[in-house]
């Protein structure tokens, strides 16, 4: 009795000491980037600022950093930052900009996917290093920019130096490459701000190099499709509630009332998810990973809405229902127009061919599969690759593969060997 006692124990010292995240350190407290004269960065300012940077002054985070803007609407006000994607540990940066009395100010954090390592960073182009050629109306690139700073270790004052300098443009390719985000932007193992499949996670993902986004969806009792990967409620995913077992138990009304994520967000219905998207977001594609075996049509109807909402505003967003088995294709060609619904199927490419999928996602574990890949996208079709975690791979196949895009859990790592590429 006494060891089933220690147990039981252990168990609720573990649940209750278990963490859900890492503090991001409070970034705000910079005078000089609070300066009531500050302002923020013009749009042009910000485009002639991204590119390829080497590092200098601390091998903290590599040689080489990939600078990039993103956006995000909040209370219809968007807010910019510049993230860069960094050569080690999956390290990246994420920063506000202003400009101040002829310079340029970047004030944010920094963190390392391989631990939980963080902390404040502050970075400054003064006028003889760039920022007198950025501001200008119309800055002619490339520019000598080099930017000056500081960074800490959690919430200590910065006092780490490092240099960054401007080296090269972003590569860009011959054509778009899709850097896809699982489960909505990453893991809630990998102790991100917020939590997986969750509208908070797709409002952030972009920060983190995102193009585009997987989601997983199920369905409610009452037939809402909600954002949810694991088949039951479960502390993975979900704070202490009451409710138990499968989440298609329930009404969205039950979840909504008594489910909170992880880090206290609620599941969102698939619609709220596809709205911020839309709306809030520069992402332009959304995988529907169908986690259930039923009906696609109430799925293909939101499809088919959102991407005519983003058609009737000039906006680029592709959005597939994702096949990844045979219970799934088999619902989908029970569709009356299933040939002219987009998806994507993970199986052969004779299940391609057979559902007419726009794109075939092949498991990385299978090779880079170049001949396949070829042959693919000789019908016009695309071909991604999932689930690419380790860096050393993600470089692998970026530089011997020929796939269109690469489903990652760390976006931030496929940003950067992407971007560094001559």
């Known amino acids: 009795m006494k060891k089933i006692n220690i147990i039981v124990l252990i168990c609720v ?102 631990s939980t390592e963080t902390g404040i960073i502050r970075l400054t182009i003064d006028a003889a290093n760039g920022a007198t050629a950025l501001l200008n109306p119309s800055p002619v690139v490339p520019i000598a920019i080099l930017l000056d700073g500081v960074f800490g270790n959690g919430q200590d004052e910065p006092k780490n130096s490092i240099t960054l300098s401007y080296n090269r443009p972003l590569f860009t390719g011959t054509g778009p490459f899709n850097i896809l985000a ?31 986004i997987e989601i997983d969806v199920r369905f409610t009792k009452d037939g809402i499709p909600i954002l949810y990967h694991d088949n039951d409620i479960n502390l993975r995913l979900t704070q202490k509630s009451g409710l138990v077992g499968p989440i298609e138990n329930y009404t969205y009304a039950q979840l909504n009332a008594f489910v909170r994520l992880i880090n206290g967000e609620r599941i969102p219905t698939l619609r709220q998810a596809l709205t911020a998207a839309l709306y809030q977001t520069p992402l332009t594609f959304i995988w529907l990973d169908t986690k259930y075996i039923g009906s696609l049509e109430r799925v293909q109807a939101l499809q088919f809405e959102f991407m005519q909402l983003a058609a009737g505003i000039g906006r680029p967003l592709q959005i597939v229902i994702g096949l990844p088995g045979e219970e799934q294709l088999n619902k989908f060609l029970e569709l009356p127009d299933f040939a002219s619904t987009p998806s994507l199927c993970e199986l052969s490419i004779a299940d391609v061919e057979r559902t007419n999928a726009i794109i075939w996602a092949p498991r990385f574990t299978e090779g880079t599969q170049n001949d396949s890949v070829a042959a693919i996208q000789a019908q016009g079709k695309k071909a991604f690759v999932w689930t690419l975690d380790v860096p050393e791979f993600i470089e692998q196949f970026i530089m011997d593969g020929n796939f269109d895009g690469i489903l990652s859990n760390f976006p931030s790592s496929v940003a950067y060997h992407y971007y560094v590429q001559q």
Not at 190 to 200: A, F, G, H, I
Request: overall charge neutral; charged content about 20%; proline content about 3%.
């Open 182 to 212: 699982h489960r909505g932007g990453g893991r809630n193992s990998d102790l991100l701000p917020v939590s997986e499949n969750s509208v908070e996670m797709i409002l952030k993902t972009a920060e983190f190099g995102s193009t585009g």
């Open 13 to 114: 010292l573990f649940l209750s000491c278990r963490k859900n995240k890492v503090d991001m350190p409070d970034s705000s407290q910079w005078a000089l980037f609070r300066d009531a004269a500050a302002a923020p960065l013009p749009y042009a300012t910000r485009q002639a600022m991204e590119g390829i940077y080497t590092i200098s002054g601390n091998d903290a985070f590599g040689s080489l950093a990939a600078l990039k803007w993103n956006y995000v609407i909040q209370n219809n006000d968007t807010v910019f930052h510049l993230s860069g994607f960094l050569e080690k540990d999956i390290a990246y940066f994420i920063c506000e900009g202003k400009q101040l009395n002829g310079r340029i100010l970047l004030s944010g954090y920094w963190r390392k996917m391989v």
